[in-house]
């Protein structure tokens, strides 16, 4: 119902890459939830849309962090982490979302 809206090539581009971490598999073995680094601009329907897309799995809920980039030294030089935004993609019960195999 919601992929309708959203055009197909726009959907592809919002998923940047998943994020790996220890805070990441946490929250996944809790709350069968999914990290993914995401577009700027990507709103949640188009996240949830993105990830139905190309996964073939239901979502249930999506909830969106937006982290600053910190400000870092090298050398003499001053510059700046980029701004991330991560959505934590919630799963229903039963579904999985094989990260590993995605390629085959």
């Not at 992929?3 to 726009?10: C, H, I, M, V």
């Not at 890459?17 to 990441?24: H, L, N």
């Not at 400000?71 to 019960?93: E, I, Q, W």
């Amino acid at each position: 119902m919601s992929t309708t809206q959203f055009d197909e090539g726009r959907l592809m581009q919002v998923l940047v890459a998943p994020i790996v971490s220890e805070k990441a598999t946490m929250v996944a073995e809790k709350s069968n939830a999914v990290t993914f680094k995401v577009l700027q601009d990507a709103t949640k329907p188009e996240i949830k849309a993105a990830v139905e897309l190309m996964f073939k799995v239901e979502v249930k809920a999506v909830s969106v962090v937006n982290t600053k980039g910190k400000t870092k030294r090298f050398g003499r030089s001053v510059g700046r982490r980029d701004n991330v935004r991560k959505a934590y993609v919630m799963l229903k019960p039963g579904q999985e979302l094989n990260l590993s195999g995605e390629a085959a």
